[in-house]
């Protein structure tokens, strides 16, 4: 094998695309926060939580934040949405 062959099967090795190089992309979890009154951050501590494990919003991770605002015959209402979206968890506080 001559420098021109050489030169060409490298040339040719770096051309061509590896399945190695492709990652996947990241799947996003959607997270559903219903309260009935309660402000978002007292959502504080499960998003540090997360964040601790390594889930962080924007990045792997979306927050579907649903507050009834006292108005307990709005949950049904708010509930719905982020099953609409199919989120893959919902985590409730309802307490007055």
Request: zero cysteines; proline letters at 6%.
């Amino acid at each position: 094998m001559n420098r021109r062959d050489t030169v060409l099967a490298l040339l040719a090795l770096g051309i061509l695309p590896f399945p190695v190089w492709a990652q996947p992309a990241q799947k996003v979890y959607r997270i559903g926060l219903l309260s009935l009154a309660l402000p978002r951050k007292m959502f504080v501590g499960i998003i540090a939580a997360l964040s601790a494990l390594g889930y962080e919003e924007g990045r792997n991770v979306e927050f579907l934040y649903r507050l009834a605002e006292g108005g307990d015959d709005r949950l049904p209402n708010l509930a719905a949405d982020p099953v609409e979206m199919k989120a893959d968890v919902f985590v409730t506080i309802l307490t007055t």
